[in-house]
């Protein structure tokens, strides 16, 4: 379970970390990233799920947003502060370690490259 002061939870910080931010994808995830430089909350860096109906019932996407969860809780906090990061979920799989964890690995070497540029 991820930590308070690392839920995003306004619709608002949702849409602009999608719509605005950057992002990683694989096969099953899309993974959003909006920099400290782009973002106007301070603090912890911040995460969120998007789990559609289409994936499936309400046990399915619960039990996706625990596994998801459970990943980032120990990834997030390598993040930046400042940062929103959202995972959208676009297929069920099995298991979703390997591709959130390589899409983390993307998204902190596009945050390294674009604190570079600065």
Known sequence: ???AKNRLRNSSDFSRT??????ATSPHLV???LSSA??????AP??????????GGSVTRHQIARQLRHIARERINTFPENTHVVIRVLKKCDS????????????LTRLT???GKK
Do not use: V
């Open 1 to 3: 379970m991820l930590s």
């Open 38 to 43: 782009q973002n106007h909350d301070s603090g």
């Open 18 to 23: 999608t719509k605005t931010g950057h992002r």
């Open 96 to 107: 979703y370690q390997a591709e959130l964890n390589e899409a983390f690995d993307k998204a």
């Open 113 to 115: 490259e674009l604190a």
């Open 46 to 55: 911040k995460l969120g799920l998007i789990i559609n109906k289409s994936i």
């Open 31 to 33: 993974l959003y990233f």
